[in-house]
């Protein structure tokens, strides 16, 4: 089974390594998708596959790096679109 979360995540999280670290946390779970900087300050990512480790990264936006202070994390449930790789845009 493979699910998918459209993830938009608030606070502290541009320029503090949060996207580069969340491509480290997808790789070493095997979850496709992609992650962003958007121009409103916020960070949004989409992660793919089991829904355990889908659910693990949903969990690790709401932490993120050491530098970052996560404030909100809004999730979306999406179908599944097929995604392999993880990239940071």
């Given amino acids: 089974m ?3 979360r459209r993830v938009v995540v608030s ?10 670290s969340c491509r480290q946390e997808a790789d070493a779970r ?4 992609w992650v962003r900087n958007r121009p409103d300050g916020k960070v949004e990512a989409v992660f793919e596959g089991a829904p355990d480790a889908v659910e693990a990264l ?3 936006c ?13 999730v979306i449930d ?3 679109a097929g995604d392999s790789g993880f990239a940071v845009r």
């Fill in 2 to 4: 493979t699910v998918r």
């Fill in 62 to 74: 709401s932490i993120g790096p050491i530098r970052a202070r996560v404030v909100r994390v809004e």
């Fill in 11 to 20: 606070g502290r999280v541009q320029g503090v390594w949060f996207r580069e």
């Fill in 30 to 33: 095997r979850v496709a998708g």
């Fill in 78 to 80: 999406e179908l599944p």
């Fill in 58 to 60: 949903v969990g690790w």
